[in-house]
Structure formats: structure tokens, C-alpha cells
């Protein structure tokens, strides 16, 4: 059986990058029209495709710059379905049923030290959670969280109403800049590829050492 790559979040600038490193022709990346985040009820079709995948990626990710009080409840679950749920059930799908899959996960420096956007940081701090609890069942699975800073190339970042937020934290970061999607990309395709599959059940933070204290 040939050897799948399931990139979930294909628009993202990251999985744009990284795409560019592999072979496409083995390459799964549902746009959103057949894989629709908010149904975390997936069809058979899609449960195949996940058992099958050797390696999945989960970029899909929402943010709000909404006041929570101000979000209607619909389109707080929607989020928690999007960021968490769905992200969830395909992690487990995938660890019962495909005794060598990898997976990595986006994760985000406001799963630490939170967000503006409240649901999104609970979100990003329970995927954290559960990369790091979540037991894997074969000796060959591999369960990774990457937690970026912010990505200046990002559409999360590039349609941010708050820019004046966005340039104080790069400034606040030790090495005075925001990170690039391409760096992330790189840092997947490494773990994917070149590193062994020994790392797992942790978060990587990507942060330029931005919550050092000494």
C-alpha cells in the first residue's frame, strides 16, 4: 500500500509550504467543500482516508476578534468544533485503526499564554493537553503538537483587525521578529522525515525563547 500524506488546512500558508518539500502524488489535502469541519460526523470516505493516511497534518484552525460576550453561541461551537473536536476525532480515528501513523498537530503560543479571542486560547491549551496525554497504542504511532509564535505570512495574522497587538508582541520577542510559515514548514517536514519518531507526546514551542524570565 502506498504511503499517504492527509494535510487537513490545505489554504494555510504552512501547509502551502510545506507542500512544495513533498511528492504530490500521494498527497491527500481536502478543500473545504468536501471536508467540512463543522460535521466532525465524518463519512465512511473520510474515515478511510484517515486509517489510510501514513503521515496527517492538522492545520485547520478559526479565530474571532469578536468580544465573547458580544459571539453568538452558535459560532462559539462552531469554533470549539473546528479548532478541537474534529481535530480530536481525526487523531483518534487515526491512532485506533493505523498502528504506524504519525501525526503533528498546530498548535499556537496562545494555548500558553492565552488569546484575546478566549475560545481560541482554551482550544489551543486543550489540544496541548491531549497531544501530551493522549497514550499512543503501537511502539511505531508518533503524536507531536507544534506551538508557534506569530507567523507574519499567516492569513490568521494578516486579516487581524489588531495590528497594533501584533507589532508589540514581535517587539516583545527576543529575536525582534515574527516567525515565517516556511520556518514551520521546514520544522514539520523535519519532524516527518528526519527526526524519529521517538519525539512524541509533546508540545514544540516555537517561540524564539519570547517566555524566558532569567
Excluded at 495574522?157 to 517587539?171: E, G, Y
Aim: aromatic residues 8%.
Amino acid at each position: 500500500m502506498s504511503k499517504k500524506v492527509l494535510i487537513i488546512g490545505k489554504n494555510s500558508s504552512i501547509a502551502k509550504e510545506f507542500i512544495k518539500k513533498i511528492s504530490k502524488t500521494n498527497l491527500v489535502a481536502p478543500d473545504k467543500k468536501k471536508w467540512n469541519m463543522l460535521d466532525s460526523d465524518f463519512k465512511k470516505s473520510q474515515i478511510k482516508e484517515i486509517i489510510n493516511a501514513d503521515k496527517i497534518l492538522l492545520l485547520q484552525s478559526t479565530i474571532s476578534s469578536k468580544d465573547f460576550l458580544k459571539r453568538h453561541h452558535k459560532d462559539i461551537v462552531n469554533q470549539f468544533t473546528i479548532n478541537f473536536l474534529s481535530v480530536v476525532k481525526i487523531c483518534e480515528i487515526a491512532l485506533n485503526n493505523n498502528k504506524d501513523v504519525r501525526i503533528i498537530i498546530l498548535g499556537s503560543e496562545s494555548g500558553v499564554k492565552g488569546s484575546f479571542d478566549i475560545v481560541y486560547g482554551l482550544m489551543k491549551s486543550a489540544i496541548h493537553k491531549y497531544v501530551e496525554e493522549r497514550r499512543i497504542k503501537f511502539p511505531k504511532q508518533q503524536l507531536v503538537c507544534v506551538a508557534p509564535s506569530t507567523i507574519i505570512d499567516a492569513n490568521m495574522t494578516l486579516n487581524r483587525k489588531d495590528k497594533h497587538n501584533v507589532k508589540s508582541s514581535i517587539l516583545k520577542n527576543p529575536k525582534k521578529r515574527g516567525l515565517k510559515s516556511s520556518e514551520i514548514a521546514n520544522l514539520l517536514y523535519d519532524i516527518f522525515y528526519k527526526h524519529t519518531d521517538y519525539i512524541s507526546n509533546t508540545v514544540i514551542r516555537v517561540d524564539g525563547g519570547k517566555f524566558a524570565r532569567m
